[in-house]
């Protein structure tokens, strides 16, 4: 990601420009402003702006698919509107610009011939047009009716165009430019010939060969007749129209609403961020490309991938260095933790199913884990197993390096499997497996559970179904979690939208109040209590007070009572749980520190806040003690001291209680304390 692919994707971004149903439309027809003189009643206004665009609207009426319509919020008919224009007489047409001393001619060319002739004469040009039938227009005679043509058509007797019939471009030394394009008699034919006339202007005026923009030819198809307006009721159509501004990414991104950006805004600062000129700007937009959640939520009309941006920016930052180890560093070491000695294993030998619970499933509860594999074992007979991390920590810290390095190390063990089908629980973890492992093919846990038995029964019971931000375009996941759930005897309520608990992406780590906010939004989005089928959301909502399962705590539990009182696992806790998970499969124990410490229920949702493990504390407290390294509170038995751990300082304050460590409390910082006595210094 350069500074100059922001800069084109800021020219495709169409806020502050044509509305969505204009960014829809292959003819770039002014909607809003058609809509506003039907409002004021101003019919003829109306209609000379949609011919305006069009040139030949009859034809446009009867070939246009209506693709705007898709993407109105007020859900406009909009070309039964555009129809009722034209039911009323018409105006008269703005006048030619002046003469110019340049001709071109058109040979042909169907739509796209008498658009381009039409519009460079409008412009001034002096045009001929070839046809080599007995009327200019081609195949379109064929299509529609005759009257409907003519109607379109008898703009060209008012035109300085000059048509010749029956005949081909004899002599196209006489002219300055001689355009013959395919002929196209779709809506995309009369697109064409008016990007084409554009180009050719240019062209003519920069004395230089025009260079096109055109789109394949089409085959037409005539549309049926749109509903028929009377004057009232096109008034009242009309005035549903809120004369939007595209603001789908805005309205549906916390992150862009939080910093007060616009995504023009937004393109400036990450341009600027990537192009940074040393000692002349500065990384601007830093804090904002890492504060982004990666959910892919920020729907755009005009295509651009907020997502991918944010990815490859972040790449680009990694790969030159520049970015702040913090922001990643706790993430990385929880990858790491999940693909260390203790927790990583493959079982199972070669199968024709894998099951990959991914990190996070266990580490929030490991009888999700291993209820699971005894019902798949049950009903698909061999299965193996991996228990690892799907790399997206790496990709989220735009580190392509280690990302593909997780990669390869899964997909050689898949191979050593014999290359099985895999079956995923994480949505997370079964897109980063489909852009990174694409030889895998990937089944839904939850798919193959819909009709497999379970322990709990919550008959009486309601509850709304949340879906993750990365099961998005998983329908048939969605269907097989709701499935799952209503035959356990829930009473379903309407789900909230799709939305972010705010655990992706890394950007709790950088901007923690805006993690708050998301999270606080997103756990409850829905008065309801919650039935998820990501263990992040779950644990995450949890956290902060809201009722909610995951869907597998209905094969582990007689009743979901308890599994909505079950609190949210500490950092510790998760790391420990994937030790316990490994273990229950080896029958090796997990590496153990019998080592106490004790931690207030307040200052353990503190650690849990700022991102601090139990064993990183037991760590520093325990270097302390060994090295000498601390201080005390005069006549007291309390000590303070700290710990360089990777890119952060962990401060302490703690007691030495029977058996371990009572902790007082505990922060962090990102300066690296040197200690010992300056150079020149006595």
Request: aromatic share 8%.
């Amino acid at each position: 990601m350069r500074a100059t692919d922001i800069a084109a994707l800021r020219q495709q971004c169409t806020r502050g420009g044509p509305l969505p149903c204009a960014a829809a439309c292959p003819l770039n027809v002014d909607v809003r402003a058609i809509m506003e003189k039907l409002k004021q009643g101003d019919i003829q206004k109306a209609r000379l702006l949609y011919e305006r665009a069009v040139l030949f609207p009859h034809i446009t009426a009867a070939l246009c698919p209506a693709p705007c319509e898709a993407f109105c919020p007020s859900a406009l008919k909009i070309r039964a509107l555009e129809s009722f224009c034209l039911s009323m007489p018409a105006g008269e047409r703005v006048g030619r610009m002046p003469a110019r001393n340049k001709k071109v001619a058109v040979v042909d060319g169907g739509l796209s011939g008498l658009a381009c002739a039409l519009r460079l004469s409008e412009h001034g040009w002096g045009v001929e047009l070839f046809s080599s039938g007995e009327r200019p227009g081609g195949k379109i005679w064929e299509i529609l009716p005759k009257e409907l043509i003519l109607a379109d058509l008898a703009v060209l007797d008012k035109s300085k165009v000059v048509i010749h019939n029956n005949a081909g471009c004899q002599n196209p030394e006489d002219f300055d430019y001689v355009y013959s394009p395919d002929e196209d008699v779709s809506i995309g034919g009369i697109r064409n010939g008016l990007r084409d006339a554009e180009a050719i202007e240019k062209a003519l005026k920069l004395g230089s060969q025009p260079t096109f923009d055109s789109t394949a030819a089409n085959s037409a198809q005539i549309m049926p007749p749109p509903q028929v307006f009377d004057l009232a009721e096109a008034a009242a159509e009309a005035r549903k129209c809120g004369g939007c501004e595209c603001n789908d990414c805005n309205r549906d991104c916390t992150m862009m609403q939080y910093f007060g950006r616009t995504p023009e805004k937004l393109f400036v600062d990450v341009a600027g961020t990537l192009g940074v000129v040393k000692a002349v700007s500065k990384r601007i937009a830093q804090r904002q490309i890492f504060s982004c959640n990666m959910c892919g939520l920020c729907d755009c009309p005009a295509g651009i991938d907020f997502k991918k941006m944010f990815a490859d920016s972040r790449q680009a930052i990694f790969e030159t260095g520049r970015m702040p180890p913090a922001y990643h560093q706790f993430w990385m070491q929880d990858m790491e933790h999940a693909m260390s000695e203790s927790t990583f294993l493959a079982i199972g030998g070669q199968a024709d199913y894998m099951f990959f619970p991914g990190c996070q499933l266990g580490a929030s509860r490991p009888e999700y884990v291993t209820h699971a594999y005894e019902i798949l074992k049950k009903e698909l007979g061999a299965v193996s197993l991996l228990l690892a991390c799907c790399g997206v920590p790496a990709y989220w810290a735009g580190n392509a390096q280690e990302e593909q390095a997780v990669a390869a190390r899964l997909s050689e063990v898949w191979r050593s499997m014999g290359c099985p089908k895999v079956i995923t629980a994480c949505p997370s973890c079964g897109k980063q497996l489909a852009k990174m492992c694409s030889e895998w093919e990937c089944v839904s846990l939850y798919e193959i559970l819909a009709d497999s038995p379970f322990a709990a029964h919550a008959q009486g019971m309601q509850a709304a179904v949340f879906d993750p931000c990365a099961a998005k375009e998983l329908q048939r996941v969605k269907e097989s979690v709701r499935k799952i759930a209503q035959r356990s005897g829930f009473s379903l309520k309407p789900s909230p939208k799709e939305s972010c608990c705010g655990n992706g992406g890394h950007m709790r780590a950088v901007t923690p109040e805006l993690f708050n906010q998301i999270a606080e939004n997103s756990a409850f989005s829905s008065t309801e209590d919650a039935i998820t089928y990501c263990a992040n959301c779950r644990d995450i909502f949890a956290s902060r007070g809201k009722r909610a399962i995951h869907i597998l705590d209905l094969f582990c539990e007689g009743s979901p009572e308890n599994a909505f009182c079950r609190p949210a696992p500490s950092w510790g806790e998760r790391r420990r749980n994937r030790e316990l998970l490994k273990a229950s499969f080896t029958n090796m124990p997990p590496p153990s520190d019998d080592t106490k410490l004790l931690v207030s229920q307040a200052l353990m949702a503190k650690l849990h806040n700022e991102l601090l493990t139990e064993q990183e504390i037991l760590k520093t407290i325990q270097n302390c003690e060994v090295s000498g390294t601390k201080l005390t509170y005069a006549g007291s038995d309390i000590y303070i001291g700290h710990m360089r751990l990777g890119a952060i300082t962990i401060w302490v304050e703690y007691r030495v209680v029977d058996g371990g460590y009572e902790l007082l409390n505990a922060y962090f910082h990102r300066m690296d304390i040197t200690e010992g006595v300056p150079d020149g210094v006595k």
